[in-house]
């Protein structure tokens, strides 16, 4: 079986991944690099899993329905995770050994998750059982990934919404969370708390880079404004500008780095920006305190 593998079944690949395009079919048809795309992610499966019992058509067929319709273009579809692909397709359709295989790899994900919930572990338990049976098989969240992000990254989200679920589900009882995100505010919404604690370490990297791919001058508005604590007039004054003309850049930055945020976060999740709505919510909510924090330590460029 490996050996055959081995081989790249170029016309089965493409006839599959065609056949469940949709009707994206004509589109994808008319692609001449299509074969090759193909062909690249179907050897990162082989190398990942050799293994199991996978079948071209059948990745194809995945890839058609799961991955390709998140992309633009061809080389946004070469570049997807194939072998994390390979995977979600192995234990989608329950193919043999594909379920151990995805422990192996990415039960710690998901010990990782739930250890900054902050949830007991008689909680820990029930949410562990709940995302081990919502991940796998036909109907599963796996069947959602779309090979863009790292797959342990997804796993960890997945876990994440699945915890706060359960969280909401019991509104009387109390959750103490540590929380000890340097971003972080205090205060007493669980939920926020829960946010906080479970995404500490993404959130503050989305942020930091964000920040660093400011234009030097939006950051030393940032800077005046959140550092020095610069009112709206002394802004205009210092940057040479009308007070209304300093309050729309200040806007306008600020988007601009909720939009930076919500790209990692899309790229290095994995998530569609209903997943994560509840994330950049948050960001939203509490970015004018959390800049005063980060731009006290500016990144370097």
Known sequence: MLRLKAVTPAPELRAAFLASAGSDAARWSAVPTLDDALARLWALACAALPTLPMTPGGFATHLARHAAPHCTNVDELAQLDGAALALAYACVERLPGADAEFFARHDRDINIALA???LDQHAIDDVRQIVCSKLLGPEGRLS???GRGELGNWVRA????????WRRRQPTREIPVADPISLALPGSDPELSFIKAAYRDELTEALREAITALDPQDRALLRNRYTDGLTLEQLAAVHGVHRATAARWLATVREQLLRSIQRYLRDKLGLRPDEFASIVDFVRSRLDITLGVLMTHPPSR
Not at 158 to 165: I, M, N, S
């Open 116 to 118: 900054r919930s902050g």
């Open 144 to 146: 959602r990934y779309s």
């Open 158 to 165: 997945v876990t994440v919404r699945e915890a706060l679920t």
